[in-house]
């Protein structure tokens, strides 16, 4: 009689992993730093219908987790990291890759910090300051700018003293270590040397900062030059050539 339970036993349990096995899904993928290198023992969890899964990537980053279809969040953290979050809407269970998860380092304080080959390198905060006459205001940058190689730069914005990442203006900077100028006669006009980038959140206090430059001199405003500016703050850097 004994053996006939134990064996029922192992013959109900063996059916409840198949049936569980039928009903869930699997993602799986790689996370990597910013540098394009796989993180090790990082954390990732599927929360779906009341459930929750957790699992680590291995040695090369890799990780594979169960999912019940529906509406689902993947969390991906490791301490030191930004933590990222991914909605997912799975009606049906697959074997889902979704490819390379990057986790962003965090920066060791506040600031711009140019993305290298694998580390940060801070842009030096500089001051700009005005020179006014009766028909305009020209705004010159003083201070040492940090040395960047390559036209293709990513730049990490981190602030610590803000919920919120404050806007910054780029402006090219001339022979003359001059932004440009606002002029007020005979009509007033904003020939500043603006330059364009582009801004992708990562977190609320975290983004990241693309654009293609010419060898040449460049400022990152905090905030942005208007008529009412006389000095302020940014962050001064060179494209070598």
Excluded at 31 to 52: E, L, Q, Y
Excluded at 101 to 110: D, F, S, V
Excluded at 188 to 211: C, S
Aim: a positive charge.
């Amino acid at each position: 009689m004994f053996r006939k339970i134990y064996f029922a036993v192992i013959v109900m349990l063996f059916a409840t992993k198949a049936l569980y096995a039928m009903e869930t899904g699997t993602i799986h993928g790689k996370v990597i730093d910013g540098f394009g290198k796989p993180i090790t023992f990082a954390n990732v969890t599927v929360a779906s219908n009341g459930s929750k899964s957790k699992t680590t990537t291995d040695t090369t980053g890799v990780f594979s987790i169960g999912y019940n279809p529906g509406n689902i969040k993947l969390t991906f953290d490791k301490e030191g990291y930004v933590p990222l979050y991914i909605p997912l809407t799975l009606d049906e269970n697959t074997d889902l890759s979704i490819g390379d998860i990057t986790l962003w380092k965090i920066p060791p304080k506040g600031g711009l910090f140019i993305v290298g080959n694998d580390n940060y390198t801070e842009i030096n905060n500089a001051e700009y300051y005005s020179e006014a006459n009766s028909k305009e205001r020209r705004f010159f940058v003083k201070g040492s700018p940090t040395i960047v190689k390559g036209r293709d730069i990513r730049i990490i914005d981190f602030q610590t003293d803000g919920p919120l990442v404050v806007g910054k203006t780029l402006y090219s900077v001339d022979s003359k270590s001059s932004l440009g100028c606002i002029t007020f006669y005979p009509s007033q006009k904003y020939l500043l040397n603006r330059e364009e980038d582009a801004y992708t959140k990562i977190a609320d206090n975290i983004g990241m900062r693309k654009m293609n430059l010419p060898p040449g001199r460049y400022f990152y405003c905090t905030g942005e030059i208007t008529t009412r500016s006389k000095i302020g703050f940014g962050f001064f850097f060179e494209v070598s050539s």
